[in-house]
């Protein structure tokens, strides 16, 4: 038996054990089966997926006996890597599971945790090795479905239900636009095998339309602005080592369907495709991080985060194809490998401060920032890790989040290269935007970390806290080692992800190397960066500083109170809030919010001088919710009224439907033979 | 254009320095020629009112009136003792202000001097036995100059800044202390 399919059966079967362990065994049996399998099966994915990327070997598997067109599947350089991107995400999130799910029990039903994980875990992996229409999308709705029910295992807390509502909602309305982009795809051919599909020549109007389809439906799961609504409600409510899942990984399978559809069985088209992608990039990336500024529940501003880099990656992705289109292949691949490596990436930094975020909600049970602060002398390692991660999405050197935004930013200079005006001004717009949303997100994360971590808690329940079980600090640490050499290592990355596109519509097989000069000889646009280097420098730096401080420098040090304007006593009232921290840039960006404020002030009765509460509420405008989603559902509901007339409860009506019903259908068989 | 017609109506209003006073501004050289040279730069004062009157603060404040102009000799007052090397306290030290004055002097970074302006600060002056006063400024901190008078003139003042600025440690031996 081939390594591939072992590996494969390996991690399926350690899933599926996990799984079924969760329905029988209770309690920290169940917990610890669960986490195993999970785990197993994960680093089972991640080795099948390594193990095709670094051999080139391909996996073949068919049950064509199974019902419909039957199971297929196979792995090229794409899926490879996906499998990777889950492995890593599932792996780690599994191990810190195991702790994490340890409050859980007895409060919401672990059965249903366990087994959906390992599902969950199970579809992603089959999905990427998808090889017909059928087993991509039964795949695709048991991830879905999956997700669905692992938001709602918080049931009873406040917007859990409405969250998971709004998902199935709009990854359904998704998932209707697939199958339709599958059967146009498919032209007739009822196998829907995706071999047929790349040798079909369908005419540029269908492609069009087949494409739209997919970046509607593929759109939704990557959380497109504005087809993001869900993610910042389902994400923040799911237990937190599924939301890192859900932000790491899940979202990131739109990614996956886009490029397979549009790069691999449609094979690239005109320049607009690409266009539009690059657009809601570029929108996606900016707005999320605008949002994310005005949260300050963590993981609700974590999960706008994963809004602006799915963004990022479509930047990457958008400019690759309209690289491809413009004939510009060395370009393309650049963006493609710029797209997946920020994949990579963020799933690495996102799981990894999803986790963090799980940690001060374990230890706090609260995700309100405004509750939050002083968790670093309380959670150091916890700190420490998030820290990290803050960094990374930063996209600060030697980071991983680093080394991707540059080839983003890189391939979208290219542009300059592009003989058509619209395109390299479109591209030029795409790298100020990029630019500005970089900016803001540190501004956002030195927020997210200053105020969570650091200065005095603001509550009792901060005060209180305590670092959290070393399996949950082993599942934070995994991802901490990730995003330290996959920054420093991107010469290694590189090439790997540059034979992993080889092939997929007309892209050159030749392998790309990391030197980062641009592929292209024009004189004075080239590029070069060593994160390496720079993380040599960063160490070099910081350890003169500290030598020139300790030896050099006067000594004397004295340790003393932080200034507070003398007054007598230090308390977390007089800190810095997240609201006050983010309020400057919400008065910059006031078109785009619309804030409305609402301040009362309840006086003594004898004298206004003496104030006894002040209560100060503010919201931004949720734009998308009003503009598009408000009418929209209020048109829904009206169809469906109005289609509640013809399904009026009476039998003899429905009799009377099913027999037109058969006569039409008579009619038709006779008229069309 | 308001703005320039309001500048162009009123022309220059500041007063010439009556005679004998231009050795204010002889002091004032001395103390930026010092601080040159002991701090490489402006000497960053931090006002502490203690609990004056705030007729002392009137006289500081007109240090940075337009007649001196103490910013243009580095002169520099801030708005933290973080970032200031000199102390300038007014007043009797109330009992209120007894732990606020403590922890500004705590959180002035060394070397530093710290200047007491005005009778009060010395005696308390009319306010000595009162039930609200602990007593003089160099009954909480340690003083380095008195500045007398009742308020003092800017020109003492600058001369109590001059000569606090001779107790900072030269230059050279940065290390030996405060």
């Given at each position: 038996m081939a390594p591939e399919l072992l590996l494969l059966a390996l991690s399926v079967a350690n899933y599926a054990v996990g799984a079924l362990a969760a329905l029988i065994f209770r309690g920290m049996v169940g917990r610890a089966l669960v986490a195993v399998g999970a785990l197993v099966g994960s680093l089972g994915t991640l080795a099948l997926g390594a193990w095709c990327l670094a051999t080139g070997a391909t996996l073949a598997f068919a049950?064509?006996?199974?019902?419909?067109?039957g199971l297929a599947l196979r792995a090229d350089g794409l899926s490879a890597f996906f499998l990777v991107v889950v492995g890593l995400g599932g792996a780690a999130a599994s191990v810190y599971g195991f702790g994490y799910s340890a409050h859980y029990d007895?409060?919401?039903?672990l059965r249903l945790l366990g087994a959906m994980f390992n599902v969950l875990l199970l579809s992603l992996a089959i999905q990427v090795l998808a090889d017909n229409a059928l087993t991509f999308l039964v795949t695709w709705e048991a991830m879905s479905l999956s997700a669905y029910l692992l938001v709602l295992?918080?049931?009873?807390?406040?917007g859990t239900v409405r969250a998971a509502n709004w998902y199935l909602a709009v990854t359904h309305a998704g998932f209707a636009a697939l199958v339709a982009a599958f059967l146009v795809l498919a032209?007739?051919?009822?196998?829907?095998?995706f071999a047929a599909m790349r040798s079909a020549t369908l005419p540029p109007a269908t492609r069009n339309v087949v494409f739209l389809l997919a970046l509607v439906g593929f759109g939704t799961k990557a959380g497109v602005?504005?087809?993001?609504?869900w993610l910042p409600m389902a994400h923040p409510v799911a237990p937190s080592h599924v939301s890192a899942l859900l932000s790491g990984v899940v979202i990131k399978m739109g990614v996956y369907g886009l490029m397979r559809v549009a790069?691999?069985?449609?094979g690239g088209g005109p320049p607009w495709w690409g266009g539009v992608v690059l657009g809601l990039g570029a929108v996606s990336a900016l707005l999320g991080v605008l949002y994310a500024l005005m949260e300050h529940d963590l993981k609700r501003l974590l999960a706008y985060h994963s809004v602006e880099n799915v963004g990022i990656i479509l930047l990457g992705v958008g400019a690759g194809l309209m690289f491809q289109s413009y004939g510009l292949p060395g370009l393309a691949t650049l963006g493609f490998i710029a797209g997946l490596y920020h994949t990579l990436n963020h799933a690495c930094f996102k799981g990894l401060l999803f986790l963090g975020a799980g940690s001060v909600l374990y230890a706090t049970?609260?995700?309100?920032m405004e509750q939050l602060g002083g968790l670093i002398s309380r959670m150091p390692r916890t700190a420490a890790c998030f820290l990290v991660g803050a960094a990374a999405i930063s996209a600060l050197?030697?980071?991983n989040g680093f080394a991707s935004e540059w080839l983003v930013f890189q391939t979208l200079m290219g542009?300059?290269?592009?003989?058509?005006p619209e395109a390299a001004i479109g591209m030029a717009i795409a790298v100020a935007m990029l630019a500005l949303t970089s900016g803001l997100a540190v501004a956002c994360f030195v927020k997210a970390f200053g105020i969570t971590f650091?200065?005095?808690?603001?509550s009792a329940e901060a005060e209180r806290a305590r670092e959290v079980p070393t399996s949950m600090q082993v599942g934070m640490l995994v991802l901490v080692g990730m995003c330290v050499a996959l920054g420093l290592t991107p010469f290694l990355v590189v090439p790997v992800l540059s034979r992993a596109l080889a092939?997929?519509?007309?892209?050159?097989?030749?392998p790309i190397g990391?030197?980062?000069?641009?592929?292209f000889s024009v004189s004075g646009v080239t590029g070069e960066m060593s994160p390496l280097l720079v993380g040599v420098g960063v160490l070099l730096l910081g350890t003169l500083t500290a030598v020139v401080l300790r030896?050099?420098?006067?000594?004397?040090l004295r340790i003393g109170d932080t200034?507070?304007?003398?007054?007598?006593g230090q308390t977390p009232r007089m800190e810095y809030t997240a609201t006050a921290f983010a309020e400057p840039l919400r008065r910059v960006f006031a078109e785009l919010y619309r804030p409305t404020e609402d301040l009362s002030i309840d006086f003594h009765p004898k004298s206004?001088?003496?104030?006894?509460s002040i209560a100060y509420r503010s919201e931004v405008e949720p734009w998308f919710e009003r503009l598009l989603y408000t009418p929209l559902l209020s048109a829904l509901r009206g169809a469906a009224v109005r289609v509640r007339q013809v399904q009026a409860g009476s039998l003899h009506l429905y009799l009377a439907y099913m027999t037109i019903a058969l006569l039409a259908l008579l009619v038709v068989a006779r008229w069309s033979r | 254009m308001l703005l320039f017609y309001k500048i162009l109506k009123v022309g220059v209003v500041t007063e010439p320095l009556a005679p004998g006073e231009p050795d204010v501004i002889e002091v004032a050289r001395e103390v930026e020629t010092k601080a040159r040279r002991l701090l490489g730069r402006a000497v960053a004062i931090r006002e502490v009112?203690?609990?004056?009157?705030n007729g002392c603060e009137i006289e500081i404040t007109g240090l940075t009136g337009?007649?001196?102009?103490?910013e243009r000799f580095g002169i520099h007052f801030v708005a933290s003792p973080r970032h200031a090397d000199l102390l300038l306290v007014t007043g009797p030290v109330t009992r209120n202000m007894e732990v606020p004055l403590l922890k500004t002097y705590e959180a002035t970074p060394d070397p530093k001097v710290v200047v007491a302006v005005g009778d009060c600060a010395r005696t308390?002056?009319?306010?000595?036995?009162?039930?609200a006063v602990v007593g003089s400024v160099d009954a909480v901190i340690p003083v380095d100059v008195f500045v007398n008078g009742c308020p003092p003139e800017p020109a003492d003042i600058l001369r109590g800044i001059l000569t606090a600025l001779?107790?900072?440690?030269q230059r050279k031996g940065r290390g030996d202390g405060a």
């Open positions: 049950a064509p006996w199974l019902p419909l067109t007895g409060r919401y039903s295992v918080e049931h009873d807390q406040h032209g007739g051919d009822m196998t829907g095998s602005i504005p087809l993001h609504v790069l691999d069985l449609l049970h609260t995700r309100n050197p030697p980071l542009g300059a290269l592009v003989p058509h650091l200065a005095l808690p603001r092939g997929l519509g007309g892209l050159p097989v030749t990391f030197s980062l000069r641009l592929p030896g050099v420098a006067d000594r004397r200034w507070g304007c003398g007054r007598v206004k001088y003496f104030v006894r | 009112d203690a609990g004056s009157c337009p007649v001196y102009d103490s308390c002056g009319v306010f000595r036995g009162s039930y001779d107790r900072l440690p």
